[in-house]
C-alpha cells in the first residue's frame, strides 16, 4: 500500500484563511442587508436602497463562492487554486489602485488586504503545496 499523499500546513492553513474570508464576506452582506431598514444605519449613507441590495447580495453570492474555493483547495483541486491565486492578484491590484488613484483611501486597510493576499500567494505556491496539488 502506497503511503497517503498528506496535505501540507502551509496549504491547510490557506484553507482556513480562505474559510475565514468567506465567513466574514457572507456576515458582511447579511449586514448590509439588515441595515437597509428604515431604521438601520443606511439612512445616512448616500446611496438608494436599490444600490445597495445589490451590493448586499453580491458580497453574500461572492463570499459562498469563496467557501466554495476553500472546499476545493483542502480537496486538492488544482482549478480551485487557481482561482484563488487569481483572485488574491486581482485583490492586490485593487487595493495598489485604490492608493493610487482614490483620495482619501485607507492606507491601513490596503496594506492589510495587501499582506494577506500575499501570504496566501506565497503559502499556496511554494515547493510543497504545490507538489501536493500535483499529486493529488
Known sequence: MAPRNVRPGSVTFVVVLTWIYAILMMINGGLWLFAMGEDGFLSEVDATANTVEIYAWSILIIGVFIALLAIGLGNGSRFARFLINAVMVI?????????????????????????????????????????????T
Not at 485583490?91 to 499582506?115: E, M, T
Request: proline share 4%; net charge neutral.
Open 91 to 135: 485583490r492586490i491590484g485593487l487595493d495598489v489602485w485604490g492608493l493610487i488613484s482614490i483620495p482619501g483611501y485607507p492606507l491601513w486597510q490596503a496594506v492589510i488586504s495587501i499582506a494577506w493576499a500575499a501570504l496566501i500567494l506565497a503559502l499556496l505556491n511554494h515547493r510543497s503545496a504545490s507538489q501536493w496539488f500535483l499529486d
